[in-house]
């Protein structure tokens, strides 16, 4: 009966979208243990106030309930229920429930890595000081879901930590925590894309000898060992080994600023081969892949990434792996923008769990927004197989018929301006 309830909530939220609907089926009995009406009262007063203000600040929550008592008041009720480690998990399993169904065998699950910044906070519980007060955070982990080629994504879990809290051994311990609790929630499901941008290559390896996790990552920089030819070594160092067969050319738009003074498409030629390796530990098989790019502007760079595919003997099988890892990060820019426009940053609590539930209340709304009211747009493709349009700069001549096709395009925005 409570699963039913649960399904036909979820069915009207398909139909018509609303943050009521989303609120009900969130607190419903069939996603976890059921919650009483102070629970359920207060869970959906923050996520309307979170909503609403486009905060975490627990005052401009409060103002946004418009409660018919004094902003203090408001206020101090809000703070004392979110000191519940109980809610915090709860609403955590629920948001991985509503989500599990949605992935499939290949689906990403994309892994990326942040702190959370309190300038000069000095009275926080267990916040990290290494550096200086100026510098104080915590860590915190994305999991989020995306099948490649489509413009949605779905935030499946995030976890905060510090390595002050008791108990802490390392963040890539934190990582993989947060990792078995997604494969717990869709029964294995999917494969993991590690953001290298965010997450040390050190820290992939607890994930060499997991075989419950399928992974990809690159490692730039000195990272895990592997097996090849009974002899230990590392990817870097495999590069120089692989035969680069299959070969396309991308385009990637690069920012403002990163590489030239203003936007510009960089035209790469890319080729790519794999080699079979294994777990030193384990014998578990694994894939180191070689990617090779070159432009006009820059000479060829090898970069080595390390998978545990293992078939990747086409150019479907491998390429196709390669174009959903490249993709991952329009997904990751994308979640980033929403998530700031919220000012996480800008939190008012002083103990270590009510922010563990501040930041799942902040999730769910996420979650909504990205996957339910579908208001996020993943903008450009970083990288693509086509040019991109629009007036930047380009390393690589235009052919003439998209000279034409970008004049035209121009022309008619000029005019509608007008």
């Not at 309930?65 to 000191?83: F, G, M, P, V, Y």
């Not at 290559?201 to 490692?219: C, G, K, N, R």
């Not at 902040?362 to 903008?379: F, P």
């Not at 990288?383 to 690589?396: M, N, V």
Request: aromatic share 6%.
């Amino acid at each position: 009966m409570e699963n039913r309830t649960a399904e036909r909530v979820l069915a009207q939220i398909r139909k018509q979208p609303s943050l009521e609907q989303f609120m009900e089926l969130l607190c419903s009995p069939g996603l976890g243990p059921r919650m009483g009406k102070v629970e359920q009262k207060f869970v959906c007063n923050m996520l309307r106030g979170i909503y609403e203000k486009r905060s975490l600040n627990l005052t401009e929550i409060a103002k946004g309930l418009n409660e018919q008592i004094s902003l203090h008041a408001t206020h101090k009720r809000l703070s004392r229920n979110l000191d519940d480690p109980q809610l915090t998990q709860n609403l955590e399993n629920r948001l991985l429930k509503l989500a599990a169904t949605a992935v499939g065998p290949d689906t990403r699950l994309i892994v990326h890595v942040y702190d959370l910044n309190k300038k000069y906070a000095k009275k926080m519980e267990f916040m990290d000081r290494l550096e200086s007060d100026s510098a104080a955070s915590y860590r915190v982990c994305e999991i989020l879901a995306s099948d490649e080629g489509t413009d949605h994504y779905i935030p499946l879990i995030t976890r905060v930590w510090s390595n002050q809290v008791p108990g802490f051994q390392s963040d890539a311990d934190e990582i993989k925590k947060a990792a078995h609790q997604v494969m717990a929630a869709t029964e294995n499901r999917g494969l993991f894309y590690f953001d290298d941008a965010s997450v040390d290559a050190i820290q992939l390896v607890p994930f060499l000898e997991d075989e419950d996790i399928d992974f990809i990552s690159m490692t730039r920089n000195i990272g895990p060992t592997v097996l090849w030819r009974n002899e230990i070594t590392t990817p870097q160092m495999l590069v120089e080994q692989v035969e680069t067969r299959y070969a396309k050319t991308m385009f990637k738009l690069v920012p403002e600023g990163l590489l030239f003074p203003s936007p510009t498409d960089m035209g790469l030629f890319m080729h790519a081969g794999s080699l079979p390796v294994k777990s030193p530990v384990t014998q578990r098989p694994l894939s180191v892949i070689a990617l090779r790019t070159k432009s006009n502007f820059d000479n060829e760079t090898a970069t080595p990434l390390l998978t545990s595919r293992t078939n990747l003997r086409s150019r479907k099988a491998l390429m196709g792996l390669l174009d959903s890892f490249l993709s991952m990060q329009d997904v990751i820019a994308a979640h980033r923008t929403l998530r700031e426009s919220f000012d996480p940053e800008n939190f008012r609590v002083l103990t270590y769990g009510r922010l563990q539930l501040l930041i799942t209340l902040l999730q769910a709304v996420l979650k909504y927004e990205a996957a339910l009211a579908c208001t996020v747009s993943l903008g450009d493709h970083l990288f693509a197989a086509k040019p991109h349009t629009g007036e930047i700069e380009r390393t690589y001549l235009l052919p003439e018929h998209l000279q034409n096709t970008q004049s035209a395009s121009l022309s008619q925005d000029a005019r509608a301006a007008s």
